[in-house]
């Protein structure tokens, strides 16, 4: 049998001894402690955390020295060299446990932080499940159906007075037949241009004819003059 296993029976074997005592405390009405919070222990893993930190920091500056140790007894004190690179495989080993050690932490800080974000996201959805249920408790259903139906019924009616408002009044006209009379119309315009050619000016050629007509004016005013002499001689 280990040394451990040894150590975990004897420390069972005491713990069993032990549990009359407070058994009979508790009949006498002493309550025991209850665990942390999920805060505290979550602000207790973060302490941690940043004490191992700093153990780490220590820990690389402890290895730096040895390493430097052994280069400076390299060649001059061999066994001085030897002595301080045993101490650093044995900071460098405590640097490995303290990384697990960490990693183990972390994961346990963040488990802790996501089951309390979860916590209070359940309280939160309670508490606002509660708020509807009292809200709707003071709803009528049937109250809701009538209220839809007035609604419905009130907007029926304003579509129907807006669209009386908004019907034309007078006569009402065939847009197509209007359209057929204008293409008509347009049609018998564009005949009547077409039957209006303006005729080109023509250039007046010089005649004689005024020229002749005006002797022969001259002669009958002179025919006149002759015949109203000659009455006044007879």
Known sequence: MSKISKLFKGSSSSNSSSHYPSSSKS???????????????????????????????FLENKIEQEIMI????????KRAALQALKRKK????????IDGTLSTIEFQR????????????????????????GVHQNMDLDKIDSLMQD??????????????????????FDEDELLAELAE??????????????SLPTAKLPSTRPSQRTP???????????????????
């Open 110 to 133: 963040e488990a802790l932080e996501n089951a309390n974000t979860n916590t209070e996201v359940l309280k939160t959805m309670g508490y606002a499940a509660k708020a509807i249920k």
């Open 27 to 57: 009949k006498h009405g002493h309550r025991s402690r209850t665990g942390p919070t999920p805060q505290e222990a979550i602000h207790k893993l973060r302490e941690t955390e940043a004490m191992l930190a700093k153990k780490q920091d």
């Open 185 to 198: 119309l347009e049609l018998e315009e564009s005949m009547t241009n077409m039957g209006r050619v303006p």
């Open 151 to 172: 609604i419905t019924e009130s907007q029926e009616v304003a579509q129907e007075i807006c669209d009386a408002i908004s019907r034309p009044f007078g006569d009402a």
């Open 90 to 97: 044995r900071f460098e080993q405590q640097l490995t446990q």
């Open 70 to 77: 052994a280069k400076k007894n390299g060649l001059k004190n």
């Open 216 to 234: 022969s004016k001259k002669r009958a005013e002179d025919d006149d003059d002759m015949q109203m002499l000659a009455a006044w001689a007879v």
